[in-house]
């Protein structure tokens, strides 16, 4: 992976930026000892890593506005940072970037049950903040798998989804407003407790932007009242192409559970050996989710069951209890722990249409065959989402080269059956040199445009999304 | 002018030296005299594929050719569109593009979201002829910036859609409304109490002292909320005319202004009693309270009212429709539309 050359002339010049950003802020909210800016080299994509020039820790908006302000009028990169668990390499520093981390903007600043929402600074972590309304029968919606570390202030800046984004969508639509900071350090706000914007919907484009147009310092999110229940259902089948029919003939049928996940034989035999989920040994397993009261709950299940049996499912178990449900689920929240047993693994992300869900399958076998490295697929069925996880030795030269080789055919395969290269873990510096296969030229220039109109000097996490050659000549 | 394909359409705007004026079904009439340019040439469903629940329409598609065949397979465009071409007096028929570029919703958008919420995909031809391409048609996508959030409720001003798809619901099977008789001002609470109940409502709304829930969905599960409620909020099954909330027909035959609020849910009843202070004549609460559909005198302007969120003047010709911006956002808006529109001629008359 190509990152820009650093700029020299920057580092040169440590010293006075460093002490610059401290005139801006509280003494220990900069950090620029090499051994603890190492923290900041990389994030959950490890293999690439780059400690930055300095880091720094803001508390305050207000804070957050003094240390853009500063950097920009220096001329320094910025690096906005969550809790670095991106997969796409996001908040990776360049050696020339100032590392901006939220971790200590972590209050709630309002909880509003009437109206349904929570204002949050930015680096709370996403389970917190359900964490914050549970006990009055509410939740936040988006729950991606990393909920316990990840920070709302990446979930924006990515867009991420969770297992129930199916029924519940992804954090687009769950958020209401955000407070952000401009790289030239200008406060705005952007939506609020209300629906809707007056003017252009710059809310949804900064959701998704991956920290190019700006610095989220609050949030305001949509909190839901909690079903009464939820219960899942395991399917097993003897092949993918039977599986992928099932749940369209479920789709079809006007079902809509809250979650359709699915996992492929080499993640079932995984997940066994890890964890004991007491998974039945077949092809591809379904664990299908629905919710309400236990009537409702009874009516969904019967219809989907119904379904099913159509299909000759090898297996089918209907959860009888908090237990059963439990058990049905942890081989489920393991099947990445599990897969990491085994060896290192590059996680893909490409979304496809659900219709063409068996010849991808059927071709990603084959690339792992010609690749001879071994795919686990485990992933959003109901929506396409894919998540094949290849097995790499990162001790082994030349295997990691290899894999992304792989990595890239599978992603531009999505792209050519009608789909896309990152469903929800967004590009980063990972598939950003993949965009030309989705996009064209023009298609690249007018995002770029975008990013002009936020930060003309190209100075906020710039050496990422786009390829290096399109940005070239704006980021200078 | 009326192009039968994107390339056609890139080639007038290319050439364009004064304004367009971009027409769909025509619900929303323009306020200048620039030439027209009709969408209807780029017209009909380019793919649907029902058990991906996906659909993609070119942008000139009528409205109701695409819910007919949605219908007919027993899907919907979760948001519920309003059409207000009776609202606005004309003769038009609404546009799956008209559509998106007024991120138009109904009642559902308090649980399914707003038109950008189900909008995948976009393709559009910019104001400097260029075709754009963003989104897709998968469920999920964040490569690259989210412009087709950006396209919805752009008013035409950034581009002219050429495509448009979407993410589809399975229609309800089964649905039932919850009446409860109070005044206004508790109307927003009761609204509250169903929304914050595990009870899954799809629509929630104040009209004359009748405050209406209404959930939707597999038939027994409908029986069991629809109960569940109606002992929850002390009221009674009943009928209640969703779609005529949804195209505001009860002021369609109605002279004067009519307002769109968007608040906080519980600041509605307030509001309301303040635009009545000031003049409203008629009041109508969507959104559990936060969509206020009002009727002014002509040329009133309601905008002096208290409140936190925002207004736009859905029909009347006296004052601006849309509302004036705090000055850095409205500094980005006008420097995207002047990057994505140079020349300033896309519907030019809106959004200002
Ligand atoms: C085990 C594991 C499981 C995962 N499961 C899922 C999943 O199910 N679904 C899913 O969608 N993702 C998943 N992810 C990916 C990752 O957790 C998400 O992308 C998450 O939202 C990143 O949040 P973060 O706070 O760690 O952000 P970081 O990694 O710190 O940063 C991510 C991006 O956000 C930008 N950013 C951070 N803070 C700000 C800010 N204040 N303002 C502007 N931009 C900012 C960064 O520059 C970077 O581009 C998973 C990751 C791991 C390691």
Known sequence: MQMPVANAEIIARKAEIVARLRSVLPIDAVIDDPVATKVYECDALSAYRCPPLAVVLPASTIQTAAVLKACHEMGVPVVPRGSGTSLAGGAMPTADSVVLGVARLDQVLETDYENRFIRVQSGRTNLSVTGAVETNGFFYAPDPSSQLACAIAGNIAMNSGGAHCLKYGVTTNNLLGVTMVTMAGEIIELGGAYLGSAGYDLLGLICGSEGQLGVVTEATLRILAKPEGARPVLIGFD????????????????????????????????????????????KALLIIEVEGSETEIDEQLGKIVKIAKRHNPVELRESGSEAESANIWKGRKAAFGAMGQINDYMCLDG??????????????TELSDEYGLDVGNVFHAGDGNMHPLILYDANKSGDLEKCEAMGAEILKLCVEVGGCLTGEHGVGIEKRDLMYEQFNRDDLEIQMMVKDVFDPKWLLNSAKVFPLTASEARRG | MKPLSEQELSEIVVNAKTPLNIVGGGTWQARNNAEQLYTSGLSGVSLYEPEALTLVAKAGTPLVEIEDLLAKNGQCLPFEPNNLAALQGVKAIPTIGGVVATNASGPRRISAGACRDSLIGVRFVDGNGVVIKNGGRVMKNVTGYDLVKLMSGSFGTLGVLTEVSFKLLPAAQASA????????????????????SPFDVSGAAHIDGITAVRVAGLAGSVEYRAAALASLLDGKIGKFNWQALRDVQAFADQKGDVWRFSVKPSEGPELAAGLRRLGASKIMFDWAGGLLWVLAPTGLDLRKAEYQGHAMLIRGHALPVFQPQPAPVAALEKALRAKFDPKNILNADRMT
Do not use: H, W
């Open chain 2, 177 to 196: 409304t919850v009446l409860v008789f109070e005044d206004e001002k508790t109307c927003a609470a009761t609204m509250a109490a169903a929304l914050g």
């Open chain 1, 239 to 282: 092949s993918n192409e039977v599986a992928g029919a099932c749940v369209s003939d479920i789709i079809r049928a006007g079902v809509l559970p809250v979650a359709i996940e699915f996992m492929d034989r080499p993640v079932i035999r995984a997940v066994e050996n890890f964890v004991n989920a007491g998974y039945p040994d077949v």
């Open chain 1, 351 to 364: 979304t496809i249409p659900v219709s063409q869900l068996p010849v991808v399958l059927r071709r990603i």
